[in-house]
Nanobody, 130 residues
């Protein structure tokens, strides 16, 4: 069975950094594209970025490009979201999800980033405030 468990959320001041963790089980990161998503209070969930399977190409939303970095450790079945220069508008609950999608890395991430997943984990809360 496929599982995604997010952790690492915290309260941080504007300009600070935080590293989120997505622990996965039931599949190999070589086979799944993994997306990071967030939901701010009163807003719909949005895609933050994605790491494709195999070569691990990464893609980011414009709002986080240059500040957030996605990487992974396949030996630990973990995908990371490094968040730097955090802003109050980054506040929200962060989730990871993924799927086994074929095709070029960009195609994989476009599919995962817009997919209507049946269920979501509890997420991890990030609050950026002074």
């Amino acid at each position: 069975q496929v599982h995604f468990v997010e952790s690492g959320g915290d309260l941080v001041q504007p300009g600070g950094s935080l590293r989120l963790f997505c622990s996965v089980s039931g599949f190999s990161l070589d086979d799944y594209a993994i997306g990071w998503f967030r939901q701010a209070p009163g807003k719909e969930r949005e895609s933050v970025g994605c790491i494709a399977s195999r070569d691990g190409d990464v893609y980011y939303s414009e709002s986080v490009k240059g500040r957030f970095t996605i990487d992974r450790d396949k030996t630990k079945n973990t995908v990371f979201l490094q968040m730097d220069n955090l802003r109050p508008e980054d506040t929200g609950v962060y989730y990871c999800q993924g799927d086994q999608v074929t095709g070029l890395p960009l195609t994989q991430c476009l599919v995962v980033s817009t997919q209507d997943f049946d269920s979501w984990g509890p997420g991890t809360r990030v609050t950026v405030s002074s």
